[in-house]
């Protein structure tokens, strides 16, 4: 049957290729696919005497090998199999890639030495050998068979060839499995061996796919744990521990091998969240925990999930730590809580500004706790960002809180925080306050003198301490701080009042730094008032403003009770007024105009300065029509700082 076959093949290729004769009186006998490609054969004039040889060179051959080298190790335990199945019967065992070059073989040595066109490097297409199974593989992509005079060449008329396409896991064809030998010792199975030995390395390519995948995937995953600046803890159904990040390790301060395949609540103390965890009950959000750690006991906000099947089902948990300080010190950061002027931003050549920021500048080095005393406007809280700009803790938050300005009731629970609970309207999961947020940092404590009595203690006890206990809470937190405190009264004589505990005057008072007011400081009101032209007319876009020699007198000559901060607003004023001209007496605020039009500037050094106090709040209520907040903002000062002062010199308060 195979014989009559291989002559009736044999007489019709001569007919067609070697004599020439009409295409179309033969196609219906040989097989199509055979005859479209004896057809290119023709097209392309091939030779069909003599199979074209072409081979890569050395170099070549190594490079495609190389880009092969996956398909090459993955193939061969298979070509070993196949080959034993063949061998000692004149059959060879060739892989090659998807253009048909060979790669690898494995064959008997009687066809290797028939044949010379079978070795690595060597093309089998088409175009070079004509009608063969490697090459029609390569143009059809699918497995066939080519038997004896099927082929185009005569050369190859000897030959059955069994090829199929090996398909990568994305369906790509990567190469060609092909058994090539004697016809006449051809086996019926021997494409169905081949097939077979494709579908094992097809198999074997998406295992090692799907296997480096998860590798991949694994390493992805653990690339990104160990990333994360959070700690991370995984366990699993037994709550025995899986996992842990390198960065919960140096958190808690244990080795890792100690930790995995310990029961998690052994290492965590947190029976509670755990058990809720994996029965399913809840996720937990932002969860504040204490932990008793090698460090001693740290402050940790909690996240934890269940680790679900999919059916489901738990089959454990993941739990991320994130230490409060950083996350107090991420809130300050957002919220503005830095410093952001330093010692070169404090303007000013007079003798006693310079003694002063040279105090400043040898106690910052320290973290002693500093008190400012000074009027109102006179740079209290620039002196303390400068301090803590130049203090240890400089990388730490500068968190301001102005004591007077906060109602008694809530003053405790901004300072120290609260629980849950604590209070009707406090919020849930509680609050940390501004002595926890300025941890590793500074707080600024201004207008101290106003904080009632009840705070105090609380306040001493932190100072002597070092933690804080959230209303509400009992657990104390730890906190490392260094305190500037600021007052405009004289502190002193508020603890001979009985209204500032003589003990925490003591504690704050370590280092007092009195910053002068304006009046004190020589020389330096044109400089400043220079420097605020410059910035105001910046700001309003505006050419910068030229100073009239008589208002610069009077500027010089004013006592200036609000100080730089009423320095300020005047000129702010004077330059918004003036429009980019010559600032005369009618830019300036009217208590100035007015002063300067009476000849009273000159007349200052002849009475108190009290009296003249008094005197300039009497006619400044007077020019406002007793209106309290105009009268303040005049004057450069505080509606508290006024009715103080209002108080002082029994000044009725006026009623509208």
Known sequence: MRESHEKETYFYWEKMVIKGENPETIA???????FRSWQRCLEKKLNPEKP???????????????HYQRLIEVAAPFLENLYRLVKGSGFVVVLLDKEACILELMGDQ????????????EFWDEETKGTNAMGLVKIEQ?????????HYCRANHWLTCSAAPIHGENGEMLGILDVSGDYRRAHAHTLGMVVAAVQAIENQLRLEAAGAEITRSYNNITAIIDSMSEGLISFDKYGQITKMN????????IAAEDCVGQPINKILGLPGIIDNLLTGQRAINDQEVFLDTNHGRLQFLLTGRPIMDQERKIYGGVITLRAMKSVQRLVTRMVGARAQFTFDDILGHSPALRRTIQTAKAVALSMSSVLLEGESGTGKEMFAQAIHNASPVAKGPFVAINCGAIPRDLLESELFGYEEGAFTGAKRGGRPGKFELANEGTIFLDE???????TQVSLLRVLQEKQVVRVGGLTPIPVNIRVIAATNRNLKKEVEKGNFRNDLYYRLNVICLAIPPLRDREGDVILLANYFIQKFSSMLKLAPCNLDPATARALESYWWPGNVRELSNAIERAVNLARGKTITLEHLPEPLQLLASNGKIRETNLVSLEKYEEKLILETLKETGGNISQCAAILGIGRNTLYRKLKKYSIPIPRR
């Open 52 to 66: 074209i040889a072409m081979r890569l060179p050395e170099p070549e051959i190594k490079a495609r090998r190389k």
């Open 28 to 34: 219906g006998y040989i097989n199509s696919m055979i």
């Open 448 to 454: 101290v003198s106003d904080m009632p009595l009840e």
């Open 142 to 150: 699918k497995h066939l068979q080519v038997y004896a005079t099927e």
């Open 246 to 253: 390198h960065v919960a390790v140096k958190m808690l301060g």
């Open 110 to 121: 009687e066809i290797l030495n028939r044949d010379y066109h079978f070795q690595i490097g």
